[in-house]
């Protein structure tokens, strides 16, 4: 397998920060390591960021393992004002591996390779991000690209997470299967803040994939409000993620354009538990004495009488879940 063009690599790299909502600027012209700032919201980070081609096994060794030979690094620069990340890539699976500094501090070597197991970056292929817990104690990350931004920006918690076996059993549970771990869990298992928040907003985002893929699978990737497909999907909670009773189960999810979900959210439409659809006549209201109901005929002419569900009934929105919601947004049905 020949190695990706360092070029295209660091495109690469750039383009999932950027999926994930972060920006990158490269601060140096080298490859290994090439100096980035990254920063998202308040939050800024400078990197130093070696990035390498995912190659199999390599004779002697077992056929389920993949590797990066960083030959041209003599060691992994580290400092107090940098975070290093060592990251490998696959093409093929689009997948990153990221790799722990701490575990490789010394001199590499004349032919260092580091490895991950294929199990881990086929896992990340469904959930996202999934692990692979290597018996010298390093944990190794799989990395979708959408969740590149996140790993980086909790790096050292989570390759860290190995001290302490409670947590380490929670990481390799959620990224299983979050469906396995609550926030209650974490609550109970981790005791600083800082790890709890950051268990806490991992578990959600692979959460919100799993929940993302199946309802936009359940829908067929089509508005539920209006038939609009291109790739301009979410999906939306019926009763929002904190409320009691809340779910990231299909029944709890419809597919709504990005127009439609804000819309959904702020309680401007809503549906009942015939799945009619509404645009909600108090709200229209206020939003005409304050003089900013502009576009209302156009955005009524866009929703359908009534969703457009999914085929399998054990997939429509669930008629408690759709009660509950309307009560908590205010939605009132005339
Ligand atoms: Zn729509």
């Not at 070029?7 to 140096?28: D, H, M, P, V």
């Not at 620069?77 to 093929?92: N, R």
């Not at 701490?102 to 070597?109: F, Q, S, V």
């Not at 669930?318 to 009132?332: E, P």
């Given at each position: 397998?020949?190695?990706?063009?360092?070029?295209?690599?660091?495109?690469?790299?750039?383009?999932?920060?950027?999926?994930?909502?972060?920006?990158?600027?490269?601060?140096?012209?080298?490859?290994?390591?090439r100096?980035?700032?990254?920063?998202?919201?308040?939050?800024?980070?400078?990197?130093?960021?070696y990035?390498?081609?995912?190659?199999?096994?390599?004779?002697?060794?077992?056929?389920?393992?993949?590797?990066?030979?960083?030959?041209?690094?003599?060691i992994?620069?580290?400092?107090?004002?940098?975070?290093?990340?060592?990251?490998?890539?696959?093409?093929?699976?689009?997948?990153?591996?990221?790799?722990?500094v701490?575990?490789?501090?010394?001199?590499?070597?004349t032919?260092?390779?580091?490895?991950?197991?294929?199990?881990?970056?086929?896992?990340?292929?469904?959930?996202?991000?999934?692990?692979?817990?290597?018996?010298?104690?390093?944990?190794?990350?799989?990395?979708?690209?959408?969740?590149?931004?996140?790993?980086?920006?909790?790096?050292?918690?989570l390759?860290?997470?190995?001290?302490?076996?409670?947590?380490?059993?929670?990481?390799?549970?959620?990224?299983?299967?979050?469906?396995?771990?609550?926030?209650?869990?974490?609550?109970?298992?981790?005791?600083?803040?800082?790890?709890?928040?950051?268990?806490?907003?991992?578990?959600?985002?692979?959460?919100?994939?799993?929940?993302?893929?199946?309802?936009?699978?359940a829908?067929?990737?089509?508005?539920?409000?209006?038939?609009?497909?291109?790739?301009?999907?979410?999906?939306?909670?019926?009763?929002?993620?904190?409320?009691?009773?809340?779910?990231?189960?299909?029944p709890?999810?419809v597919?709504?354009?990005?127009?439609?979900?804000?819309?959904?959210?702020?309680?401007?439409?809503?549906?009942?538990?015939?799945?009619?659809?509404?645009?909600?006549?108090?709200?229209?209201?206020?939003?005409?004495?304050?003089?900013?109901?502009?576009?209302?005929?156009?955005?009524?002419?866009?929703?359908?009488?009534?969703?457009?569900?999914?085929?399998?009934?054990?997939?429509?929105p669930?008629?408690?879940?759709?009660?509950?919601?309307?009560?908590?947004?205010?939605?009132?049905?005339?």
């Open positions: 397998m020949p190695a990706v063009h360092p070029t295209i690599l660091f495109a690469k790299f750039e383009q999932s920060l950027s999926a994930g909502g972060w920006q990158s600027l490269r601060t140096s012209s080298e490859h290994q390591p100096d980035y700032r990254i920063w998202r919201g308040g939050e800024r980070l400078d990197l130093k960021v990035l390498l081609t995912l190659t199999p096994g390599g004779t002697g060794r077992p056929k389920d393992e993949w590797r990066i030979q960083p030959t041209a690094a003599k992994f620069a580290q400092g107090a004002d940098y975070l290093t990340v060592i990251l490998g890539y696959d093409e093929d699976r689009d997948v990153f591996a990221g790799f722990d701490k575990a490789h501090a010394g001199p590499l070597g032919s260092p390779s580091i490895q991950i197991k294929a199990k881990a970056l086929d896992a990340a292929v469904a959930t996202g991000l999934a692990l692979h817990v290597k018996s010298s104690a390093e944990l190794v990350f799989a990395i979708k690209p959408g969740f590149l931004g996140l790993y980086i920006e909790y790096l050292r918690a390759h860290d997470a190995k001290v302490d076996p409670a947590e380490l059993t929670l990481l390799v549970d959620m990224t299983s299967d979050p469906t396995t771990v609550s926030q209650t869990d974490i609550d109970g298992a981790v005791t600083t803040p800082e790890r709890k928040r950051v268990l806490r907003t991992i578990l959600r985002y692979l959460r919100d994939r799993r929940f993302r893929a199946k309802v936009l699978t829908y067929a990737h089509q508005c539920a409000a209006c038939g609009i497909q291109l790739e301009l999907l979410d999906a939306a909670h019926v009763l929002p993620v904190g409320q009691p009773g809340s779910t990231d189960e299909t709890n999810g597919a709504f354009c990005a127009l439609h979900h804000r819309a959904y959210d702020a309680g401007l439409i809503a549906f009942n538990t015939s799945y009619e659809l509404r645009i909600s006549k108090p709200r229209m209201a206020q939003l005409k004495t304050d003089g900013r109901d502009g576009g209302g005929t156009a955005f009524a002419a866009t929703l359908k009488a009534a969703l457009l569900l999914p085929s399998k009934p054990s997939d429509h669930d008629a408690a879940l759709i009660n509950k919601a309307n009560a908590h947004r205010g939605f009132v049905f005339s």
